[in-house]
């Protein structure tokens, strides 16, 4: 998933896991005793991290394990995804009561137990409203192991994105794309380009590094024409993202923020997911 903006138009996009990241980033079910080996043992850590103000219209609430990001407009929060299950949805509302956040819209990237676990849960008690695509819903009503095991209960969807649709709440338009995509980030007055790649774990099989590969080239000439500087994740223990978090808090300038990377910073990021899946296509052709 990423996002982009202009002044308060954002533009959203799907990042759909059932074609790009089935096969990686499994969760742990609450049975399970010990994370997979060839897994991040931070992907498993439920440590809380302090709710914090990233930008001006833009909060970072969660764990080490996952985050969710609360974009807020003239009229309410959209929340970009809802982390694990009803026990992380308590940071994120203690996370919003503390930031002085009001929930509206949910908007869930992509079909991981992880992204929309929580979902039902803020939905029944916000009574907001859910947005996913069609195929991240068959997905998740269809998988019921690894990343959608039993941990992550699944949600109704209020409304099923599409390609180009544009959706509204007070000052805010996102406009829906069906490739990974982007959200406005706004400091001391101004408006910046924030990307937000959905996933950096590579598929397994040869056609879905394929379509990932694919991918990725057109979201980074998304970032290149519309002038990406800021980049987040919903993995912060991925690209130094706690250290970010804890340094973003001192930050007066844009310069300083620690998820300003500049459009050098940006090229050298995309740059460096290409020559990962670049490899491992090599290395599956050997």
Not at 16 to 22: A, E, P, V
Not at 117 to 123: D, P, R, S, V
Not at 161 to 185: A, E, F, K, N
Not at 249 to 267: A, M, R
């Amino acid at each position: 998933m990423y996002y982009i903006a202009k002044a308060k138009n954002i533009l959203f996009t799907l990042f759909c896991c059932c074609i790009l990241l089935s096969n990686v980033a499994y969760a742990q079910d609450k049975s399970q005793t010990a994370p997979p080996p060839n897994l991040p043992s931070e992907l498993f850590d439920n440590t809380p991290l302090t709710p914090t103000k990233v930008f001006d219209n833009l909060y970072c609430i969660g764990t080490k394990s996952v985050v969710a990001w609360a974009l807020q407009t003239s009229d309410g929060i959209i929340l970009i995804d809802s982390m694990w299950d009803n026990n992380d949805t308590q940071l994120i509302i203690d996370g919003m009561k503390k930031l002085g956040l009001n929930l509206k819209y949910i908007l869930i990237s992509h079909g991981h137990g992880d992204h929309y676990g929580g979902a039902q849960y803020l939905k029944d008690k916000y009574n907001a409203k859910i947005f996913m695509s069609n195929t991240d819903f068959y997905y998740m009503n269809n998988t019921f192991d690894g990343v959608n095991g039993s941990r992550s209960p699944k949600c109704t969807v209020d409304e099923f994105l599409t390609d180009g649709q544009q959706i509204t709440l007070g000052d805010t338009t996102v406009t829906v794309v069906s490739t990974p995509g982007h959200s406005p980030v706004k400091t001391q007055g101004k408006t910046y380009m924030a990307a937000q790649w959905g996933g950096t774990g590579i598929p397994k099989s040869m056609e879905n590094k394929v379509q990932y590969k694919s991918s990725l080239e057109h979201f980074s000439q998304y970032c290149q024409d519309n002038n990406v500087v800021v980049e987040t994740t919903a993995h912060l223990f991925a690209d130094n993202g706690y250290a970010k978090l804890n340094n973003v808090v001192n930050s007066t300038f844009i310069e300083n923020n620690p998820f300003y990377l500049g459009q050098k910073g940006i090229d050298n990021y995309l740059n460096n997911l290409s020559l990962e899946i670049d490899r491992a296509i090599a290395n599956s052709i050997k």
